[in-house]
């Protein structure tokens, strides 16, 4: 054995081995979900490389039973009201199995997993082509978007995104994002920002709170 070679302790070891385990037994599993295309049971770790911060349980609970009251005021049952999610995939399941029409847009192929709910698209591919997802534009009454970087480059491109993908002027925008984004989110969009904060299973460093263009608040239960 070379002199200079690292040798780490016996249980140092042991539980360096169980996070390598873990890990590939992690990996295994969404590779598995992928391929069968497990629907609302698909399960994801978060990607940080994509800026990928997954709503702690609490806020996903709490902008589900909002969803389910704006589409109750809408018409009852859901049958016609659609709903997109723009870059926030773990809402997908919380409204999904409350039985309304939803559509996850994301970059993350991995998402695929959930069939023909599942749009990929690009933020980046509006620029030059206006009529970008045109098979979807004009389509939606509800659409949440948690735009992946707090950049005004980003925040212009997903407004751009969203204004298309409204099906008409009565429908309905939220956004939840870093508060650093106001300046420049409430000029490109005819929103102001609400007294709901979403949070993240993970405590991030910018403060998060969310915008619409209706009274968002109305629907949340002491926030």
Same mark, same amino acid.
């Given at each position: 054995?070379?002199? /200079?070679?690292?040798? !780490?302790? $016996?249980?140092?070891? $042991?539980?360096?081995?169980?996070?390598?385990?873990?890990?590939?037994?992690?990996?295994? /599993?969404?590779?598995?979900?992928?391929?069968?295309?497990? =629907?609302?049971? #698909?399960? &994801?770790?978060?990607?940080?490389?994509?800026?990928? &911060?997954?709503?702690?349980?609490?806020?996903?609970? #709490? @902008? =589900?039973?909002?969803?389910?009251?704006?589409?109750?005021?809408?018409? =009852?049952?859901?049958?016609? %009201?659609? *709903? $997109?999610? !723009?870059?926030?995939?773990?809402?997908?399941?919380?409204?999904?199995?409350?039985?309304?029409?939803?559509?996850? &847009?994301?970059?993350?192929?991995? %998402?695929? #997993?959930? =069939?023909?709910?599942? *749009?990929?698209?690009?933020?980046? $591919?509006?620029?030059?082509?206006?009529?970008?997802?045109?098979?979807?534009?004009?389509?939606?009454?509800? @659409?949440?978007? /948690?735009?992946? %970087?707090?950049?005004?480059?980003?925040?212009?491109?997903?407004?751009? @995104?969203?204004?298309?993908?409204?099906?008409?002027? /009565?429908?309905?925008? *939220?956004?939840?994002?870093?508060? *650093?984004?106001?300046?420049? +989110?409430?000029?490109? !969009?005819?929103?102001?920002?609400?007294?709901?904060?979403?949070?993240?299973?993970?405590? +991030?460093?910018?403060?998060?709170?969310?915008? #619409?263009?209706?009274?968002?608040?109305?629907? %949340?239960?002491?926030?």
């Amino acid at each position: 054995m070379d002199d /200079d070679e690292v040798k !780490l302790p $016996a249980d140092t070891l $042991a539980i360096l081995q169980e996070f390598l385990a873990e890990r590939k037994q992690r990996e295994h /599993d969404e590779e598995q979900r992928v391929i069968n295309q497990s =629907g609302t049971d #698909a399960q &994801f770790e978060e990607d940080w490389q994509l800026s990928q &911060f997954w709503y702690s349980d609490g806020t996903k609970r #709490a @902008i =589900g039973d909002a969803v389910a009251k704006i589409v109750k005021e809408h018409n =009852g049952d859901g049958s016609d %009201f659609r *709903v $997109a999610l !723009l870059s926030c995939p773990s809402l997908y399941t919380t409204i999904k199995q409350m039985k309304f029409n939803v559509n996850i &847009f994301e970059y993350d192929q991995r %998402f695929v #997993a959930y =069939g023909s709910d599942f *749009v990929h698209y690009d933020y980046n $591919a509006i620029d030059g082509n206006p009529n970008y997802l045109s098979q979807h534009n004009n389509s939606y009454d509800l @659409i949440i978007a /948690d735009p992946p %970087f707090l950049s005004e480059e980003c925040m212009t491109k997903m407004s751009k @995104i969203v204004m298309n993908l409204q099906r008409n002027t /009565d429908s309905k925008i *939220v956004f939840c994002s870093g508060e *650093v984004v106001d300046p420049w +989110l409430t000029i490109l !969009l005819p929103i102001h920002k609400c007294r709901f904060h979403p949070e993240h299973e993970r405590n +991030l460093g910018n403060e998060f709170v969310s915008y #619409a263009n209706f009274n968002f608040d109305q629907y %949340f239960d002491n926030k």
